[in-house]
């Protein structure tokens, strides 16, 4: 893949804002017996798109040459009742957990229905104390100071992270901090709008978003032209980086596809939750371990190949899990 503009920031400090969530994750053992009885296994986990993502991007750098050359910091909102939880299975994948506990409200909640056959996931969710992340939460030296911001689009859907959400872009633009977004559900960003999501996400240094979420933003219809959609959409963001899935992923920028990669093989797909994430964390560790775009690319591929052979969207599935000794 070729380059076609100066180095890619490196070093220095990655923020990740946005949601953090308990995962029900249900792993059937064999099809599913619709209206029956299916053998599964049931496990309490943590994630959250922006908390997954920190995770592999802390995990990545641990696992780099030369050690990790960044820091990596998450913002995000928690209930009261398991936030020592995640703060510190956050914290064992080197993330510094930057968790604003509610009182009021419980942590995200997320029943994650894992497909037996392809790992594929159909979710439901319950969004809990990530409605009420506020712009007061943020602090704005850490943000202002930062190498590079990495938002989830998550944050867009409820009124009060979403005003976060323009308020943490916008100490960016004042500061000069490159920021990158996942769109996160092309679900919600239906119900959000296209051109509200497309007025919201715009200006993103990077833009990782998957087939179905690049087509919905460009107007495409379902079953359009992927690489024409990726075209299409660097005149929102600076890079286009559309995860393909089992396809690998392209990058696109100033209207032309850069190169792509093809996906790993993965002999078998245990559960495809967080592998967004993990790739979006592979390419911003990658990048600010210095990476040439091609670099993160590979790196990016590397790490979701990575998540697929683990229940539940963090790196180190063992201690993500919450067990009798987190109550």
């Known amino acids: 893949m070729s380059r076609t503009s100066g180095p890619l920031p490196s070093g220095g400090q990655l923020v990740v804002v946005g949601d953090v969530a308990t995962d029900i994750v249900c792993a059937p053992t064999g099809p599913w017996r619709v209206g029956s009885d ?3 296994t049931i496990s309490v986990r943590a994630g959250g ?3 997954n993502t920190a995770a592999w991007a802390a995990s990545a750098l641990e696992g780099s040459a030369g ?3 960044a820091d990596v910091v998450f913002v995000g909102r928690v209930g009261s009742d398991d936030a020592s939880w ?3 299975v956050l914290t064992d994948v080197g993330v510094d957990a930057r968790l604003v506990v509610d009182d009021a409200m419980a942590t995200t909640r997320i029943v994650a ?3 037996g056959v392809t790992g594929e996931r159909t979710m439901l969710t319950d969004r809990g104390a990530g409605t009420r992340l506020a712009p007061p939460d943020i602090d704005e030296t850490l943000i ?9 689009g998550y944050l867009l859907f409820a009124a009060s992270p979403q005003n976060t959400f323009r308020h943490v872009v916008g100490i960016c633009r004042e500061a000069g901090v490159p920021w990158s977004v996942d769109p996160a559900s092309a679900g919600y960003l239906a119900d959000l709008g296209i051109d509200a999501a497309r007025h919201l996400l715009a200006g993103a240094a990077i833009g990782f978003p998957n087939a179905e979420e690049a087509l919905l933003l460009a107007g495409c219809p379902p079953e359009g032209d992927v690489d024409a959609a990726a075209c299409a959409l660097t005149e929102l963001w600076g890079t286009v980086v559309v995860k393909l ?8 920028r100033d209207g032309s596809i850069l190169g792509r990669a093809d996906a790993l093989t993965v002999p078998v797909v245990v559960d495809a939750v967080g592998a967004g994430d993990a790739f979006a964390g592979g390419w911003l560790a990658a990048q600010l371990g210095g990476g040439t775009e091609p670099e993160c690319l590979t790196r990016a591929i590397r790490t979701a190949a990575a998540a697929l052979g683990v229940i539940g969207g963090r790196p180190n599935g063992r201690v993500a899990v919450r067990t009798t000794e987190d109550q």
């Open 49 to 51: 798109s922006a908390a």
């Open 245 to 252: 899935g089992a396809e690998g992923a392209i990058v696109a």
């Open 38 to 40: 299916t053998d599964a």
């Open 67 to 69: 050690g990790q050359s």
């Open 86 to 88: 995640h703060r510190r």
């Open 113 to 115: 229905l894992i497909d």
């Open 144 to 152: 202002a100071t930062a190498s590079w911001v990495h938002l989830s």
